[in-house]
């Protein structure tokens, strides 16, 4: 935008005149770009205006208010460290970024992997017994883990962009990936399943082999997969919950999160007696208001708030996925613990079939049921 146009009025009478020569003294501000002024931001055009840096603050409080009261506007900003919160809204898209890089080449690795299993695979039979399956026990984990951090990591590109998504405008909704945390975390569905998991076998001696979790999609890993595969995940595409991953849907009611922090921000900088703000005229703080709007710095507050409540809300999740980990490894234990000590299993084989009890066939299908892949680090 570059310097004021004209010579910036002194602080009294930027205190003493009536409205509506402030504001058309505002406008004339803009006379060489009027599409930039803050006053006539509104819901519909904030698009056209420059947004996503401090300086364009700087620039916007410096061109109209005499240097002490942009000063003390910038004092307030200070206060609530939105320049740290412009510096994590750049990280946050830099992070969406790398997700989604991540996400595609996690695509080869987990493609050869799938070769692997198919290649190592060997039947076991009562006269086979286990032998030679270390290996393809050994891909199988490695196939499984690396499709869950995709997974994970695909889910973590939706929710970060769902972050940088949000609108810049105030009167606008909260996104509702957002205010459906975390139920709106689609690997907050294998949770809900081990817990579902965890409350049958409590009621019950074990699961049925046919057990499908209630409100699950089954096969919902294949389905996952494919519609990721078919999903549009260029920069300039809008993400949705996937069909097949047992989240839960959006919410859309909740009130925006920028107005939150937009008053956040009023109410510390006009507080009495030591907001920065706290006696200045009413049009002259909606005017720094209106900027905050149209520069994004409302939204860079909100940014940084969703991360903060995004990661609150990861680390309570992984300390649930880990409880229920804990606790299925002490209701289930490993098929190879099974077959060594209750089936007869010795150096990789059966001793034989007639030693074999219902029992310990019972504890075998629970077993591969559970942990079909090996016991789960």
């Known amino acids: 935008m570059g310097p ?44 056209s205006y420059n947004q996503g840096s401090m300086s364009f603050i700087e620039q916007d409080l410096t061109r109209v208010l005499p240097p002490s009261m942009a000063a003390q506007a910038l004092d307030a900003m200070d206060r609530m460290k939105l ?65 869950g951090a995709a997974h994970a990591v695909f889910d973590g590109r939706v929710m970060t962009k769902a972050i940088c998504c949000v609108p810049r405008h105030p009167d606008l909704e909260r996104p509702g990936k957002l205010a459906g945390l975390p139920r709106t975390l689609t690997t907050h569905s294998w949770l809900d399943q081990a817990l ?11 699961p049925s082999p046919h057990w499908s979790p209630q409100g699950a999609d089954p096969g919902a890993d294949d389905t996952f997969v494919d519609a990721m595969a078919s999903a549009s995940m260029d920069a300039g595409s809008s993400e949705k919950i996937l069909p097949g991953t047992g989240c839960a849907a959006d919410v859309k009611t909740e009130p925006s999160d920028v107005r939150r922090q937009l008053d956040a921000f009023l109410a510390d900088a006009t507080s009495a007696p ?56 002490e209701k289930v234990r490993s098929v190879e613990d099974v077959l060594v000590h209750d089936v007869g299993a010795v150096h990789g084989r059966f001793v034989a079939q007639d030693t074999v009890g219902e029992n310990a066939v019972e504890s075998l299908r629970v077993s591969f049921f559970l942990f079909p892949y090996g016991q789960l680090d």
């Open 83 to 147: 320049r740290d919160a412009f510096d994590l809204r750049r990280n946050v898209v830099n992070l969406k970024k790398v997700l989604l890089h991540s996400w595609h080449t996690s695509e080869p690795t987990e493609k050869e992997l799938r070769r692997m299993s198919t290649f190592w695979r060997g039947d076991m039979s009562w006269a086979n017994g286990f032998v030679d399956v270390t290996r393809h026990r050994e891909v199988c984990v490695a196939h499984m883990r690396c499709k």
């Open 274 to 329: 030591h907001g920065p703000l706290h006696d200045w005229p009413a049009h002259i703080v909606g005017y720094v208001e209106l900027v905050m709007v149209a520069r994004g710095g409302a939204k860079a507050l909100s940014v940084r708030a969703e991360t903060e409540r995004y990661a609150l809300h990861l680390s309570d999740v992984s300390d649930k996925f880990a409880d229920a980990l804990t606790r299925l490894r």
């Open 4 to 47: 004021p146009p004209h010579d910036v009025p002194t602080e009294a009478w930027t205190r003493d005149t009536p409205v509506d020569a402030w504001r058309a003294y505002v406008r004339a501000a803009y006379a060489s770009n009027p599409g930039q002024c803050p006053l006539d931001v509104t819901r519909d055009n904030i698009f």
């Open 196 to 206: 579902r998991t965890l409350s049958e076998m409590t009621n019950e001696k074990s």
